[in-house]
């Protein structure tokens, strides 16, 4: 079974400045079995990329995801204000089906 | 769109039986692109996948849960359920359900609102 980790566990960051969140599993992992997820306080887990680069429907350009091997990266290229939530990454295995989370990133306000 | 909404006890007992039922609406749970899944966030805000089920009645679980957990799913209602038996305080936690698209990119697509149940005597 691959352990997900994610650093850091909070960046503070300010409005319009990048942020760059990594997720790391323990073995090797297909890129297209890597997604990642933005939480906001009191709401679901929302899908924001897929396949470790594909962005889900309606997400804005500013996130993009990238990696291979064991290690993944989610950028958000300038911060919006609605940017700040904890963001978790996901590994699927196949055999047999097994979905993990790693522990999450809070983004917040510097 | 598709909408999940998860619906069951918020109190369950140590011991007993949690029982959740998800209904879907927006769209048909027999889909065959689509399997059907719960996941819990704990109150220090981890998640757990827990299993999913296809609508012919297939399922995976998470082997950490697999001794205690059943998904079942009713597609005259476009609703499956989960039961967790014999419950204690770490299964506190929200339970979510969620669509999965199982093809490429494997993914939880869209989410229930999450419904947060305790046990607690």
């Known amino acids: 079974e691959s352990v997900v980790t994610q650093s850091p566990g909070t960046l503070s960051l300010s409005p319009g400045e990048r942020a760059t969140l990594s997720c790391r599993a323990s073995?090797?992992?297909?890129?297209?079995?890597v997604a990642w997820y933005q939480q906001k306080p009191g709401q679901a887990p929302r899908l924001l990329i897929y396949?470790?680069?594909s962005r889900a429907s309606g997400i804005p350009d500013r996130f993009s995801g990238s990696g291979s091997g064991t290690d993944f990266t989610l950028t958000i290229s300038r911060l919006e204000p609605e940017d700040f939530a904890v963001y978790f990454c996901?590994?699927?295995?196949?055999?047999?089906?097994?979905?993990?989370f790693g522990p999450g990133t809070k983004v917040d306000i510097k | 769109q598709v909408q999940l909404q998860e619906s069951g006890p918020g109190l369950v007992k140590p011991s007993q039986t949690l029982s959740l039922t998800c209904s879907v609406s927006?769209?048909?749970?027999?889909?065959?692109?689509?399997?059907w899944s719960w996941i819990r966030q704990y109150p220090g805000k981890g998640l757990e996948w827990i299993g999913y089920?296809?609508?012919?009645?297939?399922?995976y679980y998470n082997p950490s849960l697999k001794s205690r957990v059943t998904i079942s799913v009713d597609t005259s209602e476009n609703q499956f359920s989960l039961k967790v038996s014999s419950v204690t305080a770490a299964d506190t936690a929200v339970y979510y359900c969620?669509?999965?698209?199982?093809?490429?990119?494997?993914?939880?697509?869209?989410w229930g609102q999450g419904t947060l149940v305790t046990v607690s005597s």
């Open positions: 969620a669509r999965v698209f199982q093809g490429f990119g494997p993914r939880f697509e869209y």
């Open positions: 927006g769209g048909s749970i027999s889909s065959g692109t689509y399997y």
């Open positions: 089920i296809y609508y012919s009645g297939t399922t």
């Open positions: 073995q090797s992992v297909s890129s297209s079995y």
């Open positions: 396949g470790a680069s």
């Open positions: 996901q590994h699927y295995g196949s055999s047999p089906p097994l979905y993990t």
